[in-house]
Every structure is written in C-alpha cells, then in structure tokens.
C-alpha cells in the first residue's frame, strides 16, 4: 500500500521560503517513475508546479528559478522568494505505473498516486 505524506507547509510573508517534503511509504524511489508537486488554489484548477523524471528537474514557467524539487530519501521543493500568487495547497503526487515522461509531467491525470496535500499561504 502505497502512502505519500506531505508536509512543511505554513504561512509566511511575501519574499519568505518555505521547504515541503513528501514522504513515500510503500514504494522504492526509482528514477524512471515521475514524481512531482502540484497546487491548487480556491477557485482555480490544479496546476503542475514541479517534477523529478529520470533525475531531471521540470518547473511550471511561474516557479521557474525560485522554486527547486529534489529527489532522495523523500521528494522535497525548496520554495524562495514566495508572494501571494503562491498561495494554494500543495499536493505531492506520485505515477507509478510509468507513464509520465518529461514533457507530460503537469498532466495531474497521469499521475497515480497522491497525497493529502499540504497548506502554503503567502501574505
């Protein structure tokens, strides 16, 4: 049974950081499985915020070069410089059947797995 836990998140001002991390039970981290965060606001649909694939990193175009997802004992996104847009929860998501690959990596359907998610809010 596989379980993936997020946490790190909180509240913190414009321009604070914040570091989420995922846990994953159940299953043994392999490179070629797609793993990535997501984020969803009120109102607004989930959107693909960063992924692991074969040891590269992907970022959504408003993330890119303030946020940074690695991969080692759990799956974790150092976020910086933050503002409200960033405001959502953050869900970490995992495609265990191998369907991902780099340029499908924000498509939330292809993913297998997920968290609960957990709360980033910028003021």
């Known amino acids: 049974h596989v379980q993936l836990v997020e946490s790190g998140g909180g509240s913190v001002q414009a321009g604070g950081s914040l570091r989420l991390s995922c846990v994953v039970s159940?299953?043994?981290?392999?490179?070629?499985?797609?793993m990535g965060w997501f984020r969803q606001a009120p109102g607004k649909e989930r959107e693909g915020v960063a992924a692991?694939?074969?040891g590269r990193p992907y970022y959504a175009g408003a993330v890119n070069g303030r946020f940074t997802i690695s991969q080692g004992d759990a799956l974790t996104l150092q976020m910086n410089n933050l503002n409200p847009e960033d405001t959502a929860m953050y869900y970490c998501?995992?495609?265990?059947?191998?369907?991902?690959?780099?340029?499908?990596?924000?498509?939330?359907?292809?993913?297998?797995?997920w968290g609960q998610g957990t709360q980033v809010t910028v003021s």
């Open positions: 998501a995992a495609d265990l059947q191998g369907r991902t690959y780099g340029g499908s990596w924000a498509r939330d359907y292809e993913y297998t797995d």
């Open positions: 159940g299953y043994t981290f392999n490179k070629g499985y797609c």
């Open positions: 692991i694939w074969n």
